[in-house]
Structures are given as C-alpha cells and as structure tokens.
C-alpha cells in the first residue's frame, strides 16, 4: 500500500475521500464506468454491517431468501408510480442468447415488484401472516454521477420485504425497522443519526410514506444511511396479494419494504476519518488490534516474536481480531502509518524492552499523538484491550455526536436564514409545510433539499409558519445539502 499522505480534508474533501478508499484497500474502480471493484479489505469491512444488521433482522423474525436479478419489464408497469420514478436508472436486457427476447428483462433495480408476485402465491390466508422477508443482494441503477461506495451503478445491499394483515401492523413493521437501522448505525457503526419521515417529493417511488435515517459527514453534508416504507396496498392491489381474513373474507396485504447498502460503507468513512486516513469503530473493523514486533537482531527477535505469538493466540481466542505484521524489510515506522491510514482501533508494539518488562505499549487511532499511547502489563492483556477497544468505540460517537449537534440550527430568522445557514454547509431545522413548490424554492436557491421531518420533533404538539411560504406548518424538517 502506498505510504503518500492523502489529501487535507480541508483542502479538498472530495478529493480526500477518493484518496482513503483507495489507499486503504477498500476499492479500486472497474473498467465499466460507475462500477467499482470491492477489495477484500472494503468486503471485511461490508461483511461487518452485514453481520450487525442480519442479526438484528433475525432476533426480529426474517427470514432471509434471494429473488432473481431479472424482472419481466411489465412486472414494474403494474405500478405506476414505481416504473415512473425508477424508468431513467433501469438497465434492461432485449437480447439473450443471441436471439431477441419476447419481453425485455430489467435488471433489478429494486425487487418490490417480482417478491410481490411471489408473495401472491405464498400467501392465502390470514394464517401466513406476516410474512417476514429478507434480501441480500446486489442491484443496478444506470446513475450519471458516480462515487466509490456512496453512489455506483451497481452496489450491494439488503432489501427486506414483508406483507401484513392490517395497516398498522405494516406501519409498526416499518417504524421497528427505521429503528434496527438506527440501533446498527449508533452502536455498531457509532454514526449519531437523525431518524424521520421524507417529504412527499422524496419519498420512494410507490410508497404510501418513506422514512430514513439522516447523518451528517465530516464536510456538513447529509447521508440518507437507510430508509424504510410504508407500501400501503399500492403492491398487493397491483400484484394481487390477498388473503381471507378471520371472517372468510378476501382482504388485500399490507405490506412494507427496507434497505441499507454498501453507502453505508462510505458513511463510515465519512463520520470518522481524519488527514492520516480511516478511523474505525471497533465493532465493525476487519482488524480490531494490529500487534507491530519490533526487534534489531536475531538474538532479539526469538524471545520478541514467541511473545507476540503468545499474546496474539490469547487475544484470538477470547474473539478480538488481531493481525500481527511481520512483513520483513519495512521499518517499525512505515508500519504504524500503514495500520494508521487503514484505521485500525488499537496498536500493540512489542519489543525487548517489554519482553523483559512484562508489558506492550498499546497506541489508540482514535486519539492522536502521544495522549494515545500507554503501557500495560501483559498480565490481564484480553480484559486491558476490551476495554480499551469499549472506550474507543464510545469515543467516536461522542466525537460525531458532538460535531453533529454543533452544526445543527434552529431557524428562527425567516426564509434568508434557512438559506445562509445552508449556504454555510450547516443544517438548518425549520418549520415546513412540505409543500412541492416550497421544497423546489430551496433546491434552486441553496442545492439541497429537506432531508427528513425528524421523529423527535422540538416543539411537540405546536405548529408554525412554513419558513418558505409562511403557510400554516403542523412538522419542522431539516435541510441540508446531501450526497
């Protein structure tokens, strides 16, 4: 990996993200434009949000299965407003195998449409409900301006599915999954987010209500990390999903969607990366501990590398993921950069000295310099780093949570407001009626859009002046500019 330095967040942020995800492994582009090529390092790193998020979906009882990648086209055109809002990003297939296809395939943009002919055969009575769905898969949407994790033409994500028997058990489905997502995103990925519902004009294509989680990168900038949908019946009535109810009476399902993607990847390099490269939180880091021996001569290296040898098996095998760099011919120095820009939580150096000390100097990513390093007796080494790794991954949510907050405003001077307080790459919090025209105003003006009305609204149970047209306003939203 190359030991050049990556580019000041402060001089050019973009430029700075690209640099990270490419010095440290995580991806490399693909000779098809928009693509990108997940290296092992970016896929340990996917591998962990999977991990978080299916063990959260299966304590909630989904099941996961898998759908096919091609969709007949007339399967999307059963819903209106869902071909309309998908119909510039679709890639779809006229030719195989050499020969023209009776009806063009689409490739899986999304798969509300073919899980919900499924779900027509699956379900008949009032008994296979709820039907509890999950996806993980890969889909393609043909987008314009593409960037490695955060926006590509094909990317990887789960997408879950589920039918209900009333609205309101379809409504507490999705509101549950809102806050799955929300409970991965605070404590596995330690990103503070901002959970709510999206306005009319961003709300998914053929979904009664959308909502997401909203978090804010280093650059102010806003992320929609994951969102969740409240279908209504627009699928079941399209794709006829019904079942007799307890009276004998056929009743269309109610059903929800959700999903999160490798975004989420990109989001976490964004919450917490600094000028020296990745930071990541412990629970989700491919390698949560990287142990550096440090030794002059043969006579020094024996005693040095059993210690490591011994240390590592302990730490192994009470869970924590440990790498020991052993690579030959690289100073000790070029090493701690190395593991620094890729993120790792903790560093443990062992040299003769500690041999003979009975200790290891241990160097946190998540505080720089000096004020990171400490030493500590070998004795006791797996309770000494898991709480060491406990405290770094309580410090980086402190350090996003603290930095979030002191960029969210309260609007109260008027519609100049809003925009100076956009316009300065803050997120601005104002009442808003959630009208098309107000949302495109401030589109125009500032490039951004609402972002969500939060859930945990500050003002319960009052209502306001629309900060844009001065109509009454029952929600404040935030807006911001996003990715």
Known sequence: MSQQGVTPQSEDFSKWYTDVVQKTDLADYSPVRGCMIIKPYGYELWEGVKGGLDRRFKATGHRNAYFPLFIPESFLKKEAEHVEGFSPELAVVTIGGGKQLEEPLVVRPTSETIIGWAFQKWIQSHRDLPLLINQWANVVRWELRTRLFLRTMEFLWQEGHTAHATHEDALEETMRMLGVYADFAINDAAIPVIQGRKSSQERFAGANASFSIEAMMRDRKALQAGTSHDLGQNFAKAFEIQFTDESNELQYCWTTSWGLSTRMVGAIIMT??????????????????????????????????????????????????VHVDDRENLSPGFKFNDWEMRGVPLRMEVGPKDVAKNSVALARRDIPGKAGKEFVSQDGLVAAIRERLDAIQANLLQQATEFRDSHLHEVTGGYDDLIRVIKGDEWGLAWFCGAADCEQRVKEDAQAVSRCFPLEQPHPGETGACVICGGEAKEMAYFAKAY
């Open 272 to 321: 917490h990366g600094d000028d020296q490269g990745l930071r990541l939180p412990p629970r989700l880091a491919p390698i949560q501990v990287v142990v550096v021996p440090i030794f002059r001569s043969d006579d020094e290296r024996g005693p040095v590398v059993e210690t490591v040898e011994r240390l590592a098996g302990a730490l192994r095998e009470a869970g924590v993921r």
